[in-house]
Nanobody
Framework: QVQLVESGGDLVQPGGSLRLSCAAS????????MNWYRQAPGKQREFIAT???????KYADSVAGRFTISRDNVKNTVSLQMNGLKPEDTAVYYC?????????WGQGTQVTVSS
């Protein structure tokens, strides 16, 4: 079963930038959809961004225009470039896909936006 490992989370000041990466344990070229979600303390996990193979990316309204999702089917990674970070972006960020009949989640990476 494919495994996903997120990295890149950190403590950053408001207005700063981070780039998260999600590495898959095998080729993602056949994974139609790759997604990013996040979960803030005391809140439900929420959708952030999606990137289908050869399709149009989509974003949650809360991050549109600030975050950019991309995928590299050669390196088997999905990235999330986050600019203009706000304190309300503080959360654990997860990547996600569906493969082999399963929904796959990574372990998450912590992003904290604070001065």
């Amino acid at each position: 079963q494919v495994q996903l490992v997120e990295s890149g989370g950190d403590l950053v000041q408001p207005g700063g930038s981070l780039r998260l990466s999600c590495a898959a344990s095998r080729s993602i070229s056949s994974f139609y959809i790759m997604n990013w979600y996040r979960q803030a303390p005391g809140k439900q996990r929420e959708f952030i961004a999606t990137i289908p193979i050869g399709g149009t990316t989509k974003y949650a309204d809360s991050v549109a225009g600030r975050f950019t999702i991309s995928r590299d089917n050669v390196k088997n990674t999905v990235s999330l470039q986050m600019n203009g970070l706000k304190p309300e972006d503080t959360a654990v960020y997860y990547c996600n896909t569906a493969a082999d009949g399963f929904v796959i989640w990574g372990q998450g990476t912590q992003v904290t936006v604070s001065s």
